[in-house]
């Protein structure tokens, strides 16, 4: 799954979604985690905190759940 979030929460509420916590029950699921825009790089900070958060994996009352693992990606035109 491609995620595409300049903050810590809304990265966290996309890889959350209900529909990824049933699809993580069912197949493997990776995280590709944007590095670079068209228009900038994306800092690196916010590269490190997104993969420690996939690292970490969701933990929610209805279980936890580790991600398959992580790549990155960017975007050109």
Request: net charge neutral; aromatic share 12%; glycine share 4%.
């Given at each position: 799954?491609?995620?595409?979030?300049?903050?810590?929460?809304?990265?966290?509420?996309?890889?959350?979604?209900?529909?990824?916590?049933y699809?993580?029950?069912?197949?493997?699921?990776?995280?590709?985690?944007?590095?670079?825009?068209?228009?900038?790089?994306?800092?690196?900070?916010?590269?490190?905190?997104?993969?420690?958060?996939?690292?970490d994996?969701?933990?929610?009352?209805?279980?936890?759940?580790?991600?398959?693992?992580?790549?990155?990606?960017?975007?050109?035109?």
């Amino acid at each position: 799954m491609q995620v595409y979030r300049d903050d810590k929460n809304s990265f966290l509420a996309e890889i959350e979604k209900p529909a990824i916590q049933y699809a993580m029950t069912k197949i493997p699921v990776s995280i590709r985690i944007s590095t670079v825009t068209t228009i900038s790089p994306v800092d690196i900070k916010r590269i490190q905190e997104q993969v420690q958060i996939v690292r970490d994996g969701i933990h929610s009352s209805k279980g936890d759940h580790n991600f398959a693992g992580f790549s990155f990606f960017y975007w050109e035109s």
